[in-house]
C-alpha cells in the first residue's frame, strides 16, 4: 500500500499563488501514476491533473489549464508530487487531495486533504 500526506494549503488572495506537496511513501515501487483532486462544498470531487510516476506525462482538468503544473520528484527517495497553483481564483477553493494509481488503473489510495480557500 501507499501513503498519502500533502501539505501547503492555506489562504490566498484572487491572482495570487499556492504550491501542494504531496509526499508518497511505502509501496513506492507500484505507482503508476500520482493525481490532484479537489472537492467544493456542495460538489462532487473533481480530477484536476496528473503525472505518470516513471515517464512524467501529464494531464489537466480545462478548468486549471494554463493556470496548474503538476510536477513530480521521485529520485533520491523523495517520492513527491507537487501542485503549484498561478492565477487563483475564488472557484479554485476546495479541499484539495493527492491520489495514486498504485498497480491499478484507477486511484486507490488517498491522502488525507488540504484546504485551500481563494478570496475574491
Known amino acids: ?3 498519502l500526506v500533502e501539505s501547503g494549503g492555506g489562504l490566498v488572495q484572487a491572482g495570487g499563488s499556492l504550491r501542494l506537496s504531496c509526499v508518497a511513501s511505502g509501496s513506492i515501487f507500484s ?3 500520482m493525481g490532484w483532486f479537489r472537492q467544493a462544498p456542495g460538489k462532487e470531487r473533481e480530477f484536476v491533473g496528473g503525472i505518470t510516476w516513471s515517464a512524467g506525462r501529464t494531464s489537466y482538468a480545462d478548468s486549471v489549464k494554463g493556470r496548474f503544473t ?3 520528484d521521485n529520485a533520491n527517495a523523495k517520492n513527491t508530487v507537487y501542485l503549484q497553483m ?10 484539495y487531495y493527492c491520489a495514486v494509481r498504485a498497480d491499478s488503473p484507477n486511484y486507490n489510495s488517498w491522502g488525507q ?7 475574491s
Open 31 to 33: 505507482i503508476n501514476a
Open 86 to 95: 498561478n492565477s487563483l481564483k475564488p472557484e479554485d477553493t476546495a479541499v
Open 113 to 119: 486533504g488540504t484546504q485551500v480557500t481563494v478570496s
Open 1 to 3: 500500500q501507499v501513503q
Open 70 to 72: 503538476i510536477s513530480r
